[in-house]
Structures are given as C-alpha cells and as structure tokens.
Nanobody, 125 residues
Framework: QVQLEESGGGLVQAGGSLRLSCAGA????????MGWFRQAPGKERAFVAR????????FYADSVKGRFSVFRDIAKNTVYLQMNSLKPEDTARYFC??????????????????WGQGTQVTVSS
C-alpha cells in the first residue's frame, strides 16, 4: 500500500508560482510512475503531468507545457510540481497519483492505483 500526501497549494495571483509536493509513505516509488491531475468544480479530473521514477522521463498536458515542470527527489521519496506563470484557468484541486503499470495509458486517471487527498490551487485574476 502507498500513502500519498500533497502540500503546497494556496491562493496566488495570475502570473505567480507555486510548488506542489507529493510525499510518499509505505514504500518507495521505485519502479512506478507518478502523475499529477487536477479537477475543477463541475469538471472531470484531468491529466497535468507525469514522471517515471526510474528514468525521470516526463510528459505534460498541452495546457501546462512550458509553464509547469515535474521532478522528483529520491532521498525524500517526493515528487514535485513546479507551476509558473499561473493563470486563473489553472484553478483546481491538484492530486498526485501512483501508477504501478508501465504499459497502460499514463494520461488516464483510471491507470493510476493510489491517490492523495489533493491540495487546492486558486489563481486570482
């Protein structure tokens, strides 16, 4: 079993930055994939970014490419989402998730096995 805890959300003005953290407990993330998703009120949970723990390969949704970056700290068993140039449309609850399968669609929420409770990000205009 993997427990995940997100932190770092908050209220920020448009153009600002936030860094989200996702700390894991229960086991290391070695061999797994990590994803960040977000969900705005009344909308479905949407893929934001993912990183493969072993080789640090990353992939981003078009809507955040060039503004967000995902990286990990092995020693802390933590994955981060650095969010720059934030826009009001980035407002959502952000979730991190663990994907055990490496041959499943890595942008689909259904491919992920463990989820955190999420952290709220609100961007004011």
């Amino acid at each position: 079993q993997v427990q995940l805890e997100e932190s770092g959300g908050g209220l920020v003005q448009a153009g600002g930055s936030l860094r989200l953290s996702c700390a894991g407990a229960g086991r290391t993330f070695s061999g797994y994939g990590m994803g960040w998703f977000r969900q705005a009120p009344g909308k479905e949970r949407a893929f934001v970014a993912r990183i493969t723990w072993s080789d640090e390969s990353t992939f981003y949704a078009d809507s955040v490419k060039g503004r967000f970056s995902v990286f990990r700290d092995i020693a802390k068993n933590t994955v981060y989402l650095q969010m720059n140039s934030l826009k009001p449309e980035d407002t959502a609850r952000y979730f991190c998730a663990v994907r055990r399968g490496m041959n499943v669609p890595d942008v689909a929420a259904t491919s992920y096995d463990f989820w955190g409770q999420g952290t709220q990000v609100t961007v004011s205009s």
